[in-house]
């Protein structure tokens, strides 16, 4: 199974972007997905979550600026991201719970990263 970001770049503070992750391979399920970031010298954390339901969870740093979605018909995720700050620059990652079709157990799989700056 691979997990790998698209649209990361560069914005001035206050615009938009929208990030991508296609999980391909041998999937059976996808369950939870999630995205996180990794700001140079700080730890990885949490930023957002979606279930195979569509229920969503945010940190409160970008509640009302970021939504986060799925295609469960393409095992693809996104991240809508409004409103940029500088402190949102960061590496994100995508995270997934999949099920195999070898043993239909779910493993967590993690992308490559995305970079994200946001800078005058």
């Known amino acids: 199974v691979q997990l790998v970001e698209s649209g990361g770049g560069l914005v001035q503070p206050g615009g938009s972007l929208t990030l991508s992750c296609a999980a391909s391979?041998?999937?059976?399920?996808?369950?939870?997905m999630a995205w996180y970031r990794q700001a140079q010298g700080k730890e990885r954390e949490l930023v957002a979550t979606?279930?195979?339901?569509?229920?969503?969870n945010y940190a409160d740093s970008v509640k009302g600026r970021f939504t986060i979605s799925r295609d469960n018909a393409k095992n693809t995720m996104y991240l809508q991201m409004n409103s940029l700050k500088p402190e949102d620059t960061a590496v994100y990652y995508c995270?997934?719970?999949?099920?195999?079709?070898?043993?239909?157990?779910?493993?967590?799989?993690w992308g490559q990263g995305t970079q994200v700056t946001v800078s005058s």
């Open positions: 995270n997934a719970r999949v099920a195999t079709t070898a043993s239909l157990i779910f493993f967590r799989f």
């Open positions: 391979g041998s999937i059976f399920s996808v369950n939870v």
């Open positions: 979606i279930g195979s339901g569509d229920s969503a």
